[in-house]
């Protein structure tokens, strides 16, 4: 069901495979929380907690949704808001190479703190 929605957010960058995803929900590294509205599937999100220099950090690895309106970004910063809480996490990151995605951070309170570039060699 979700498939779909990883080849569209893998194309923006990050060099992972499905199968990387796979392997790290099911080693419990990581968690994918689907979303519906009434009984419709209408995104994920997958998160993997972990610790950085300043304490627990709730990193959201991938994110999707056909539902591109603000009412829903606001949903789900939300609930990852809440799961943040949850863990006693300082922070709540993503990485992305879509400029788009920056100014939604933006616009949920994210701000830019680092910038990764990547070369194949």
């Given at each position: 069901m979700v498939k779909p929605?990883?080849?569209k957010v893998k194309k923006h960058g990050g060099g992972w495979l499905n199968e990387d995803i796979y392997a790290s929900i099911k080693a419990g590294q990581s968690n994918?929380?689907?979303f519906y509205d009434?009984?419709?599937y209408v995104g994920f999100v997958l998160i993997t907690p972990s610790v950085g220099f300043g304490g627990n950090v709730l990193h959201v690895w991938a994110m999707y949704s056909d539902d591109q309106n603000q009412q829903y970004h606001d949903e789900v910063n939300n609930q990852l808001t809440?799961?943040?809480e949850s863990m006693k996490a300082k922070t709540i990151t993503f990485h992305t190479s879509r400029k788009g995605w920056g100014k939604v951070g933006e616009k949920l309170g994210f701000k830019a703190v680092m910038t990764i570039y990547e070369r194949t060699v």
């Open positions: 929605g990883l080849e994918l929380h689907v009434d009984a419709t809440q799961w943040a």
